[in-house]
């Protein structure tokens, strides 16, 4: 038991910028998280990060996200890390959540504190003199994010808002009560396209974990949705980086550093039709990649998967089915609620008010519509470019 003395002290703030240092993090990370840690932070793990590391930060010479993880260790353990990077846009340094971009949240990892504001104020002050950020720019803070309150108080702008569906599992005792707040035309309509489906070929139910098999149906998930963008002309330079299939697929396979995350699919006549990649974390289970075969298309097999998937995260005896942002039509008819999901910036010198303003705050939404605006014809034969 520490003595009032040692009690009283301030936590002591450190500042991780190698990987030889945030491996070292491991054993106290994991126990933080246990004890601290949040459903909704199910992407701030050391695991899930662990991973990340292996893909997105760059080689020797490269460039590429640089560490800049705040630590405080207090009472001899630690009690909280912020996991941030810092990145080039040109001329200038931003600062941002590590986990870009597959992680679909992010936060500040933290016990609760008494003294928890000024121990974000001094993280925040050691962090950004330390790294000299011209911005930073906190992507997908969600409204009860642990560092929310923080952001607000110390005016950080808000330069995007969207929502993340979600279904309250908790509220019902079972899947079959739970479902019948669907209408009874839509469940017959589901039923109708099952049957029909199975004539083509029987129907099962696959659900991985780990392995070979777990990696090489990442990989087919990949392979469907990167032919549906192709067909409907749509741009995603982060769904077709590869680093992007790779980090699932090690996370799926689990060789190490298992990171909650699994792929379930919807099998016909032995033929993967329908997949989902998905992350699991103290009673959450998030849906972050789903893809499809367009020749099973008329048949609604996303539909068809997201009820099979819906059905076993309720059987688990799991809490929440979060359908991840952005809050899309097809997800908000399954929803009971949104949580809204904010990227927030601070400009911190005279560049980067101008890059806050000017980028992130009109230049960025505008290339989006622009894109959305181009013939189809042309937005294929681009994401084909880009895919290359």
Same mark, same amino acid.
Request: glycine share 8%; charged share 25%.
């Given at each position: 038991?520490?003595?009032?003395?040692?009690?009283?002290?301030?936590?002591?703030?450190?500042?991780?910028?190698?990987?030889?240092?945030?491996?070292?993090?491991?054993?106290?990370?994991?126990?933080?998280?246990?004890?601290?840690?949040?459903?909704?932070?199910?992407?701030?793990?050391?695991?899930?990060?662990?991973?990340?590391?292996?893909?997105?930060?760059?080689?020797?010479?490269?460039?590429?996200?640089?560490?800049?993880?705040?630590?405080?260790?207090?009472?001899?353990?630690?009690?909280?890390?912020?996991?941030?990077?810092?990145?080039?846009?040109?001329?200038?340094?931003?600062?941002?959540?590590?986990?870009?971009?597959?992680?679909?949240?992010?936060?500040?990892?933290?016990?609760?504190?008494?003294?928890?504001?000024?121990?974000?104020?001094?993280a925040w002050d050691v962090v950004t003199a330390e790294t000299g950020a011209d911005v930073v720019h906190l992507r997908r803070v969600r409204a009860d994010a642990v560092v929310a309150p923080f952001l607000a108080?110390?005016?950080?702008?808000?330069?995007?808002?969207?929502?993340?569906?979600?279904?309250?599992?908790?509220?019902?005792? @079972?899947?079959?009560?739970?479902?019948?707040?669907?209408?009874?035309?839509?469940?017959?309509k589901r039923n109708r396209r099952r049957r029909k489906l199975a004539e083509h070929g029987a129907l099962s139910h696959v659900w991985l974990t780990e392995g070979a098999d777990a990696e090489a149906l990442v990989?087919?998930?990949?392979?469907?949705?990167?032919?549906?963008?192709?067909?409907?002309?749509?741009?995603?330079?982060?769904?077709?980086?590869?680093?992007?299939?790779?980090?699932?697929?090690?996370?799926?396979?689990?060789?190490?550093?298992?990171?909650?995350?699994?792929?379930?699919?919807?099998?016909?006549?032995?033929?993967?039709?329908?997949?989902?990649?998905?992350?699991?974390?103290?009673?959450?289970?998030?849906?972050?990649?789903?893809?499809?075969?367009?020749?099973?298309?008329?048949?609604?097999?996303?539909?068809?998967?997201?009820?099979? @998937?819906?059905?076993?995260?309720?059987?688990?005896?799991?809490?929440?089915?979060?359908?991840?942002?952005?809050?899309?039509?097809?997800?908000?008819?399954?929803?009971?609620?949104?949580?809204?999901?904010?990227?927030?910036?601070?400009?911190?010198?005279?560049?980067?008010?101008?890059?806050?303003?000017?980028?992130?705050?009109?230049?960025?939404?505008?290339?989006?519509?622009?894109?959305?605006?181009?013939?189809?014809?042309?937005?294929?034969?681009?994401?084909?470019?880009?895919?290359?």
């Amino acid at each position: 038991v520490p003595s009032p003395a040692t009690a009283a002290e301030p936590p002591a703030l450190g500042l991780v910028r190698t990987r030889a240092g945030f491996d070292a993090l491991e054993a106290d990370w994991n126990a933080l998280f246990d004890r601290a840690g949040r459903d909704t932070q199910l992407f701030q793990t050391f695991n899930w990060l662990w991973h990340w590391a292996n893909h997105f930060l760059p080689a020797p010479g490269e460039r590429g996200p640089e560490l800049a993880i705040v630590t405080a260790h207090a009472e001899g353990r630690l009690v909280m890390v912020w996991p941030l990077v810092v990145e080039r846009a040109g001329p200038l340094k931003v600062l941002g959540g590590m986990g870009e971009p597959v992680s679909q949240y992010g936060d500040v990892l933290m016990e609760e504190r008494p003294d928890a504001p000024a121990l974000l104020r001094a993280a925040w002050d050691v962090v950004t003199a330390e790294t000299g950020a011209d911005v930073v720019h906190l992507r997908r803070v969600r409204a009860d994010a642990v560092v929310a309150p923080f952001l607000a108080e110390i005016g950080a702008v808000p330069t995007m808002e969207l929502a993340a569906p979600f279904l309250d599992l908790a509220s019902a005792p @079972s899947f079959a009560v739970y479902e019948t707040r669907y209408s009874a035309s839509a469940r017959k309509k589901r039923n109708r396209r099952r049957r029909k489906l199975a004539e083509h070929g029987a129907l099962s139910h696959v659900w991985l974990t780990e392995g070979a098999d777990a990696e090489a149906l990442v990989a087919e998930t990949f392979r469907l949705k990167r032919q549906w963008m192709q067909a409907r002309g749509l741009v995603s330079p982060t769904l077709i980086d590869p680093r992007m299939a790779a980090f699932f697929a090690d996370a799926a396979r689990a060789a190490s550093h298992p990171a909650g995350c699994h792929v379930t699919g919807l099998v016909c006549g032995g033929r993967p039709i329908a997949l989902e990649i998905g992350v699991r974390c103290k009673g959450r289970s998030a849906t972050h990649v789903i893809a499809y075969d367009l020749d099973f298309e008329k048949w609604s097999v996303g539909a068809l998967l997201m009820e099979d @998937s819906i059905r076993r995260t309720a059987d688990d005896g799991l809490a929440v089915f979060d359908l991840l942002a952005p809050g899309d039509a097809y997800k908000l008819e399954w929803a009971d609620g949104t949580v809204a999901v904010r990227d927030w910036t601070v400009a911190r010198s005279l560049p980067g008010r101008v890059y806050s303003a000017v980028y992130l705050g009109h230049v960025r939404a505008a290339v989006k519509r622009g894109l959305d605006a181009l013939p189809i014809g042309i937005r294929r034969s681009l994401v084909g470019a880009l895919s290359r």
